[in-house]
């Protein structure tokens, strides 16, 4: 293979790796044959919005027929820098440019990426070597305590099993009004199951006062919906989850509430004349943009049931950011952070009070945001997003790690995998990476073991996906290829997040078929087992709390890679084997002369064997 002139995935060629801290020396290499006439070749490095600089770089060194040139940069700045790479050949002026993820070409190709974040930027420790359980709480688990004050004209499932109702009304509405009764001591009930995957934190998707069952058209902050339980129910949840060593963190939906709210009150059903809509005195009525008062109205992508906040206005951000608001109110009550819906959409300024008020009880309540792309190089509305440099997020969701899980166990190209996940890696700070939300599936997406075994959803709506289902055969295929998927999801830097029921087999397409119930009693205990068998691995190797990551090998029938932890002297070796023959490495091609310990699978004369569709773990010291 060529060698390249420039890798920034490799320390040879950039050191250290991947994102680094304001002030931080970094190291950039490039190479060229002994041969090529080279002059005056420079980095050119800027931000956005400011002028290149310059920086020489000097022959270095020589060996194996290659000259070095090298030079060190120190940033000053926090945020997004670029660079590439120019120099005369032959007297020829070129330019050395990204191609693909991470090697470097002549003239053509894309810049470099290099993140600078604030010094001392930190994450909560707590979260690191963890293992996160998602719930939408309407459909985990229903305690059976008959709750007061609830709303006249909520659909209330008698059958736990049900599909939910996907059908328009009459007049052609989604209304999202049928539910299944999951409540909050439901959710304590099952903290024993709960700790046994080794789980150490739950996210709960949102639980505020809602009149439709996912709750993000919040109607009132400061209260718990009532089919969910009361505010003892919650502080409840959050003692008892301590006990056994998990933290709860909320959603948090701030770009936007809903019209039928204490704030903005569109139905009528919190009085005749309070709130927004209803009432242009109304202490509410400067969170909102009217264009027609009352009834046109700014909302989220068109939505009139979700009119949209300024989130901006001093009222509204003191309600939620200021001295015993919405944030620090429920953090007092138990919760130990916070996960932030449509990141995109809440302006920096927001984000900023955001973790000003949160940070202010402790650094170690997190702040998690919703973001669908790199969020180090996101622009939502012409900006350029400033989440993960230190005063904002402490991390992420991670759909990219997601997407590049998914495709390659269904039988996507190897190097997709890589660099899908080494970009991710590269960018993000380090202390974000540490806990990223790894997951499968989420409420937005369909189940994972669906999108590996079933039919491509594509473009086919509600009614055909009521109508498919897996047959027994994509089934067992689609539990095969998930064990897969998991050990990826496990053993990759982040923090695996368990969508409710994914552990158990669930299937289904998009929302609301990917919301069913949890199969209380109809589980799949093989997959249930083999998630318990990765958590416990996980949680009793401290390599996979911050060690960093190297891929060794990754072809179409297996991935080979490294997780590795300098600072306590550890390192872990996984195989994962997507295909049907078995995979034999020779020991020492993996650990070299180094003590070593199989945590899963078996040594047989001196080779690691990785049996089809299954994994192999090895420590060495």
Not at 430 to 438: A, E, F, G, R, Y
Not at 474 to 499: D, E, R, W
Not at 508 to 513: E, H, Q, R
Request: glycine share 8%; aromatic share 14%; hydrophobic share 30%.
């Amino acid at each position: 293979m060529m060698k390249p002139i420039f890798d920034c995935f490799s320390e040879e060629y950039k050191s250290p790796f991947g994102a680094i801290e304001r002030g931080t020396e970094c190291r950039f290499t490039v190479e060229f044959p002994d041969d090529t006439m080279v002059e005056e070749p420079v980095l050119v490095m800027f931000r956005p919005g400011f002028k290149e600089r310059f920086i020489k770089l000097e022959k270095t060194g020589s060996s194996d027929g290659f000259t070095e040139y090298s030079c060190v940069y120190v940033p000053n700045n926090n945020g997004l820098h670029h660079y590439y790479f120019s120099l005369l050949i032959n007297h020829n002026r070129h330019y050395i440019k990204k191609n693909g993820a991470s090697e470097g070409v002549i003239d053509n190709g894309d810049l470099f990426q290099l993140t600078v974040y604030e010094q001392g930027m930190t994450t909560p420790d707590w979260l690191k070597g963890g293992i996160m359980y998602q719930i939408f709480p309407d459909r985990f688990a229903k305690s059976g305590i008959s709750h007061e004050n609830i709303p006249y004209d909520r659909k209330i499932h008698t059958d736990w099993n049900d599909m939910p109702d996907w059908r328009p009304d009459s007049r052609g509405n989604i209304t999202n009004n049928d539910y299944f009764g999951g409540d909050l001591k439901g959710i304590e009930e099952k903290l024993d199951y709960i700790a046994s995957l080794g789980a150490n934190v739950i996210y709960l998707n949102p639980i505020f006062e809602s009149h439709e069952n996912h709750r993000y058209c919040t109607a009132d902050y400061s209260k718990i919906d009532p089919l969910l339980g009361t505010e003892e129910d919650f502080v409840s949840l959050c003692k008892a989850a301590k006990e056994k060593g998990i933290h709860i963190i909320l959603d948090g939906v701030f770009s936007h509430t809903g019209a039928d709210s204490i704030y903005f009150n569109k139905t009528g059903r919190y009085g005749d004349k309070t709130g927004a809509f209803r009432d242009p005195e109304s202490p509410y009525r400067e969170w909102y943009s009217f264009t027609d008062y009352p009834n046109v109205y700014e909302s989220w992508w068109g939505i009139t049931t979700l009119p949209n906040v300024i989130e901006n206005n001093p009222a509204y951000t003191k309600y939620i950011c200021g001295e015993g608001g919405i944030l620090q109110k429920w953090i007092d009550l138990g919760a130990s952070g916070w996960r932030l819906d449509v990141a995109d959409e809440l302006p920096d300024e927001f984000i900023d009070n955001l973790n000003k008020s949160v940070k202010s009880k402790g650094s170690e309540y997190v702040i998690y945001g919703e973001v669908w792309e790199d969020a180090t190089n996101k622009e939502s509305y012409g900006i350029r997003r400033r989440y993960l440099i230190g005063g904002q997020l402490d991390s992420v969701m991670n759909y990219p790690f997601k997407e590049a899980i998914l495709n390659y166990v269904k039988g996507g190209d190897p190097k997709m995998l890589v660099d899908g996940v080494m970009t991710i890696v590269e960018h993000y700070p380090k202390p974000s990476t540490d806990i990223l939300m790894n997951f499968l599936s989420t409420h937005d997406t369909e189940r994972a073991i669906t999108r590996l075994a079933g039919e491509d959803v594509g473009w086919n709506g509600r009614e055909w996906q009521s109508q498919h289902e897996l047959t027994n055969e994509q089934y067992s295929y689609g539990i095969v290829l998930m064990k897969c998927a998991m050990v990826l999801q496990y053993f990759l830097p982040g923090i695996p997040s368990i969508y409710y029921a994914d552990e158990a087999g669930k299937e289904g397409y998009k929302d609301p078929f990917n919301r069913g119930t949890y199969p209380w009693g109809a589980e799949n205990d093989d997959l249930i087992e083999f998630a318990r068998e990765l958590g416990r691995i996980r949680r009793e190797n401290k390599v996979f709390a911050k060690g960093t990551i190297h891929f060794v090998d990754v072809t179409s029938d297996y991935a080979v890679f490294e997780r590795e932890d300098k600072e306590i002297g550890e390192k872990a070796v996984i195989i994962m084997n997507r295909s049907k023959k078995k995979i034999t490495r020779p020991v020492s091609e993996l650990v070299g002369d180094k003590t070593h310990n199989i945590l899963h699978g078996r040594e047989e004369y001196g080779n690691i064997c990785t049996e089809p569709f299954g994994y192999s773990a090895v420590l060495v010291k």
